[in-house]
């Protein structure tokens, strides 16, 4: 099969009936070129990811993955760190997600301890970590379940662990919200959509991905009982963020 074959043409046509978007094998089979021509930033958020384990993670300690897709977030920590460096779980809750994920991750770093989960992180029972990651996930989410999946992701990172969300954003400004929006469809101009396809394609987010401003990240991150967040990256509207347990911390402590 050709490369053209796996470009994101989804909303190419016009539709008589839109759907809400979901994540199936159509969306599966273009994924890579979606991702890449709809997330500004998003190599330089996966570049990182080994970075920072190497500043934070404890050598040999878990990491998860949460709504990991096809496993990038797991070849790209493999990439950078020897196979004793980390024990890696992803979790996706779409089943194609999760069996093309467990082949590349088999394929591309078979010595490295990785294992893909099908589930839904609001209700997975969790294992004490070092590092969690929470990429482009939270925002398709109930607004009214992220508060509770935040305290659950704190209750298990370990001392001194970290979490990396990586979001879309909403500006707390209405003006300014609006000019982030406008640029950001100029950018998947620039990268081949049309606007038919722009506009069928928000259509079919819309209500499924809702975003927060910053502010209500780093208030609930706060809440959950993180010492401290900070947002290390943004472009446009996509941002990602990076909270830190403090050895001593208690969930609540930092609000107080």
Request: one cysteine or more; proline letters at 5%; hydrophobic letters at 40%.
């Amino acid at each position: 099969m050709s490369d053209a074959s796996y470009r994101d043409a989804i909303f190419s046509t016009p539709l008589d009936r839109m759907a809400r978007f979901s994540f199936d094998e159509q969306v599966v089979a273009c994924f890579p070129d979606m991702i890449r021509r709809s997330v500004p930033g998003y190599g330089q958020i996966l570049g990182m990811l080994g970075l920072i384990a190497r500043r934070h993670l404890r050598h040999g300690a878990h990491v998860y993955d949460l709504g990991c897709s096809l496993g990038a977030g797991g070849l790209a920590l493999a990439g950078q760190l020897p196979p004793d460096a980390f024990h890696y779980t992803g979790v996706d809750l779409s089943p194609a997600m999760v069996a093309r994920a467990r082949e590349t991750l088999a394929a591309e770093c078979p010595e490295h301890a990785v294992e893909i989960v099908e589930g839904d992180i609001r209700e997975l029972d969790y294992r004490p970590s070092g590092m969690i990651v929470l990429d482009f996930t939270l925002q398709f989410l109930a607004p009214g379940d992220r508060d509770a999946v935040i305290d659950k992701l704190f209750a298990a990172l370990e001392p001194g662990g970290v979490l990396v969300l990586s979001e879309k954003v909403k500006a707390d400004d209405e003006q300014e919200n609006a000019w982030l929006v406008e640029r950001y469809h100029d950018f998947k101009r620039a990268n081949g959509y049309s606007e038919l396809e722009i506009s069928q394609k928000r259509t079919a987010l819309e209500n499924v991905l809702v975003p927060d401003t910053l502010a209500a990240h780093h208030e609930r991150l706060a809440r959950a009982g993180f010492s401290r967040s900070q947002t290390w990256f943004q472009f446009l509207n996509f941002a990602s963020l990076i909270a830190f347990k403090e050895v001593s911390s208690s969930p609540g402590e930092s609000a107080r």
